[in-house]
């Protein structure tokens, strides 16, 4: 900006009486002078007013917070039922008696699972709780094992070669006592879905039998009656 305009601006102009005998141009430099130092002035104003003034703080939109949660992992549901035979199995090498852990229904035997099925609980996966656990069967055998209705929702049977939510019921035929002369067994074990413990009702089918053997287990930590 220019403050000499600035500063003449701010004097008085000269009495008209004073200014008579003045040229003509010195008269229109007066004015000129004037004018620009009134405009000066009044951008100097407006400038530091600018300056002064308050800013409206800028608006920020805030973050909106919600709350997540990880997703339930629900396990599949099991199949109906399925039928594993001779050529799935193992041959049982050697016949031992009865102990008084062994669940034994009719020529089907489970080992040691009436301890309260003490061996370790691995961790879930998808919800589902693995209880593993062999299947015995003498020679020439076949017998269907289902879970019952009121456990169908979160229990299940485990087969080797079957689906993690294994299956409802499960039928086991047994080799001949010509190819596995102790009787055969197979890998599997029983799927909790969803549960950590519990009372597992059960009913084994013995083929030749009218009767429906029931028997109930307990898995890891629940005092099941009998």
Not at 50 to 73: E, F, K, L
Not at 82 to 103: E, G, H, N, W, Y
Not at 142 to 152: D, K, N
């Amino acid at each position: 900006m220019d403050t000499s305009a600035t500063l003449i601006a701010m004097q008085p102009l000269p009495p008209h009486e004073a200014t008579a005998d003045m040229d003509l141009s010195l008269r229109a430099t007066w004015r000129d002078q004037y004018r620009l130092g009134i405009f000066g002035l009044t951008t100097l104003l407006i400038v530091l007013t600018g300056c002064t003034s308050p800013q409206p703080a800028p608006v920020t939109s805030q973050p909106v917070s919600s709350a997540s949660s990880s997703p339930i992992r629900v396990a599949a549901l099991p199949e109906a039922k399925t039928t594993v035979d001779c050529a799935m199995s193992r041959p049982q090498k050697d016949s031992f008696p009865i102990q008084a852990d062994d669940l034994a229904l009719g020529p089907l035997l489970y080992p040691g699972i009436l301890d309260g099925y003490n061996s370790p609980r691995s961790d879930a996966v998808d919800g589902i709780t693995f209880a593993k656990i062999g299947t015995h069967l003498s020679p020439d055998a076949t017998v269907t094992v289902s879970i019952t209705p009121e456990a169908s929702s979160w229990a299940s049977i485990v087969t080797e070669n079957g689906p993690p939510a294994g299956y409802l019921s499960v039928t086991y035929k047994s080799c001949p006592s010509s190819q596995h002369a102790a009787g055969s067994w197979w890998v599997g074990g029983f799927a909790l879905r969803n549960e950590t413990s519990g009372c597992l009702p059960l009913n084994a089918q013995v083929e030749g039998e009218t009767s429906i053997r029931r028997v109930t287990i307990s898995f890891w930590d629940k005092t099941c009656g009998s």
